[in-house]
């Protein structure tokens, strides 16, 4: 039998580190790391009138009190203020872009059963909130919650894909497509061929985040700026969203788990990729790179001598991380997908509150409803006046 516990307070991320970071060893991303989830909550939760950030986190336990699982939630309120409110339950990293997978930090071969006992407990405290957007669940959790919470509704499923590395650069080379392996010999050429040559720096320490972000935030946003290309939103527009990185990047690399990937060419920096080191698979965050040497596919040979790299290293897996483009499907890795689903209180006040909160969000592209639905958004979301969003 498994037991819920109850967590509401700041006091939380000290009281449950040690035991986080021993579920998180076993994840493949950062995402689920303590220091992901401390630093989220220090610089991205909401006290606003318009809108309150509560913390409402739960342990999953079994009958000897070993914790199995982790669910980092918190319990939004728009307003904040006055009965009339929206209670929305949600697991930190609740921003557009930033937080690309969200769920339990679960003991590894326990996640099924951990959910299944958190959407226990929310069936049972339905009066304490109205509405929730639950993450990371798969088909047979999802399958649960549908009976757990009738009127469980699956908003999207959040693709990923990993690579399965081998223990040599040749051996994996050999071993990619044909598309790819020509369009590796095509970058070198194209620079040779213009006197130039290709030089990746890996950044790992503390005091190399700054200089390496400083980098980071100038060819991500110059990427988002791409005409006639994929488009690539830049998700570091607002100010605090880059706090946040800088603070989360210093956070992993005083634990050596930071990898920062920049690429030079003629001493110039024209491409940057991040890396975050979990276990044995690397995870390839956010990269931008210098239109200009566009024609050189930089991007390209960044992500390729990472990979070489993380070969080099020992891991064992690359993590490419989410959303369908052929930047990705390309190397042909594992693809894996996640259900996200969308859940209204049992309770007859989170009924009614779940249609009025979701029919406002269906029409929040009318002029009469886009303003009080953006003084209620996130400010993870909010443009500075002298940028335009990609």
């Known amino acids: 039998m498994l037991f819920v516990r109850k967590f509401e307070s700041s006091s939380a991320f000290a009281q449950l580190e040690p035991v986080w970071r021993s579920l998180e060893a076993a994840s493949s991303v950062p995402f689920a790391t303590w220091d992901w989830a401390s630093v989220w909550w220090s610089l991205l939760r909401e006290q606003r009138v318009s809108t309150t950030d509560s913390l409402w986190i739960r342990t999953v336990e079994d009958s000897s009190g070993?914790?199995?699982?982790?669910?980092?939630?918190?319990?939004?309120?728009?307003?904040?203020?006055?009965?009339?409110?929206?209670?929305?339950?949600?697991?930190?990293?609740?921003?557009?872009?930033?937080?690309?997978?969200?769920?339990?930090?679960?003991?590894?071969?326990?996640?099924?059963?951990?959910?299944?006992?958190?959407?226990?407990?929310?069936?049972?405290?339905?009066?304490?909130?109205?509405?929730?957007?639950?993450?990371?669940?798969?088909?047979?959790?999802?399958?649960?919650?549908?009976?757990?919470?009738?009127?469980?509704?699956?908003?999207?499923?959040?693709?990923?894909?990993?690579?399965?590395?081998?223990?040599?650069?040749?051996?994996?080379?050999?071993?990619?497509?044909?598309?790819?392996?020509?369009?590796?010999?095509?970058?070198?050429?194209?620079?040779?061929?213009?006197?130039?040559?290709?030089?990746?720096?890996?950044?790992?320490?503390?005091?190399?985040?700054?200089?390496?972000?400083?980098?980071?935030?100038?060819?991500?946003?110059?990427?988002?700026?791409?005409?006639?290309?994929?488009?690539?939103?830049?998700?570091?527009?607002?100010?605090?969203?880059?706090?946040?990185?800088?603070?989360?990047?210093?956070?992993?690399?005083?634990?050596?788990?930071?990898?920062?990937?920049?690429?030079?060419?003629?001493?110039?920096?024209?491409?940057?990729?991040?890396?975050?080191?979990?276990?044995?698979?690397?995870?390839?965050?956010?990269?931008?790179?210098?239109l200009a040497f566009a024609k050189y596919s930089v991007m390209t040979t960044a992500l390729a001598g990472a990979l070489e790299y993380a070969i080099q290293e020992g891991f064992t897996r690359a993590h490419l991380a989410t959303g369908t483009d052929v930047s990705k499907t390309r190397w042909r890795p594992i693809e894996t997908r996640l259900n996200e689903v969308n859940v209204a209180s049992p309770s007859a006040r989170g009924q009614a509150v779940h249609r009025l909160f979701h029919g406002l969000k269906n029409a929040a592209h009318r002029p009469l409803f886009a303003l009080p639905m953006r003084l209620l958004g996130r400010r993870s979301t909010w443009t500075p006046k002298t940028e335009v969003a990609g």
């Not at 697991?91 to 339990?104: H, Q, S």
């Not at 958190?118 to 009066?127: I, K, M, R, T, V």
């Not at 047979?140 to 894909?161: D, H, I, M, T, W």
């Not at 985040?209 to 980098?215: I, M, Q, T």
């Open 66 to 290: 070993a914790t199995l699982a982790i669910a980092p939630l918190m319990l939004t309120r728009r307003p904040s203020l006055g009965p009339l409110c929206v209670r929305q339950l949600q697991f930190l990293g609740a921003d557009p872009n930033l937080t690309e997978l969200r769920g339990l930090v679960a003991a590894p071969g326990r996640e099924r059963e951990a959910y299944q006992a958190l959407l226990e407990h929310l069936a049972q405290c339905a009066d304490e909130w109205d509405t929730a957007m639950l993450s990371g669940l798969d088909d047979e959790s999802f399958a649960f919650a549908l009976r757990a919470l009738p009127g469980s509704q699956l908003l999207r499923q959040v693709p990923s894909y990993q690579l399965e590395l081998a223990s040599t650069w040749a051996e994996f080379k050999a071993g990619l497509p044909r598309n790819i392996k020509e369009s590796l010999r095509k970058c070198h050429n194209s620079l040779r061929r213009d006197g130039l040559s290709a030089a990746l720096e890996v950044l790992t320490r503390v005091d190399e985040v700054g200089a390496g972000l400083d980098d980071f935030f100038r060819l991500h946003a110059e990427r988002s700026r791409a005409a006639g290309m994929v488009e690539h939103p830049n998700a570091f527009h607002a100010a605090v969203n880059q706090s946040f990185l800088r603070e989360v990047c210093e956070h992993f690399a005083a634990r050596d788990k930071l990898r920062l990937f920049r690429l030079r060419v003629g001493g110039r920096v024209v491409a940057v990729r991040i890396g975050f080191a979990m276990g044995d698979c690397l995870y390839f965050y956010y990269s931008g790179y210098d």
